[in-house]
């Protein structure tokens, strides 16, 4: 399966295209593009344009595409949903919705995983992830407050995500490992959106919608 897949998250849009063959062309933004201001709406399309050419394909070779739906930003979310529904609608295609917080655990190859995405309001979006198994599922909740909310103790736990760049200090005092700053480990990479996608049923594109797990807050455009 030939799978379109990109994730707005964080601040860092990623994007990737996943041939049928298994060869993935993939833009990786670096880790500190999470600490700076998002620009979506300005580098999603041109970064899938770009992929598909250098991977030979147009959109008639395409079988599927896949989104992040979250949980993340509020506006990044909703432009790339808003932009995975639009090119499935245009092409034809299913979507397949992804969990962000999956897809960033994905990239942590250790037996204790918690992907950590900025929630802001001082809070994380989590999950925690054990041999590959998620064994919690997403919740938000104040970093210092992660070992009562997961009901477990985090020494030895590897954390990645720009949520664990910004609250490092608590999360080390707590025994957790966060790689360091300009590891891509922090950054959702769509190849593993990709892949995750086909374990994800297929929906039609007009049924996939962000998770938010909270009500947002007000985000400027980007």
């Not at 833009?27 to 593009?33: I, T």
């Not at 509020?74 to 932009?83: D, P, S």
Request: hydrophobic fraction near 45%; glycine fraction near 10%; aromatic fraction near 4%.
């Amino acid at each position: 399966m030939t799978i379109v897949g990109f994730d707005t998250s964080t601040a860092a849009t990623s994007a990737c295209v996943l041939r049928s063959d298994g060869e993935h062309f993939e833009h990786v933004p670096p880790a500190d593009r999470l600490r700076q201001a998002p620009g979506h709406s300005r580098e999603l399309l041109p970064a899938v344009e770009e992929l598909m050419e250098r991977a030979g394909v147009g959109w008639g070779d395409v079988d599927a595409v896949a989104v992040g739906v979250g949980p993340g930003g509020f506006t990044g979310l909703r432009i790339g949903v808003a932009t995975a529904r639009a090119l499935a609608t245009a092409a034809r295609l299913p979507v397949h919705p992804v969990s962000s917080l999956a897809a960033l655990a994905a990239g942590i190859e250790e037996p204790l995983a918690l992907p950590l995405i900025d929630a802001r309001r001082g809070e994380l979006f989590g999950a925690l992830y054990e041999g590959g198994e998620q064994v919690v599922a997403p919740f938000t909740a104040r970093p210092e407050l992660l070992p009562e909310r997961l009901g477990r103790e985090l020494a030895g736990a590897v954390a990645a995500g720009d949520g664990s760049l910004k609250f490092r200090d608590i999360l080390e005092a707590a025994g957790v490992r966060v790689p360091p700053d300009e590891s891509g480990l922090h950054v959702v990479r769509a190849l593993n959106v990709c892949r995750l996608a086909e374990q994800v049923p297929a929906e039609r594109p007009e049924a996939v919608l962000p998770t938010y797990i909270r009500d947002p807050d007000a985000e400027p455009s980007q």
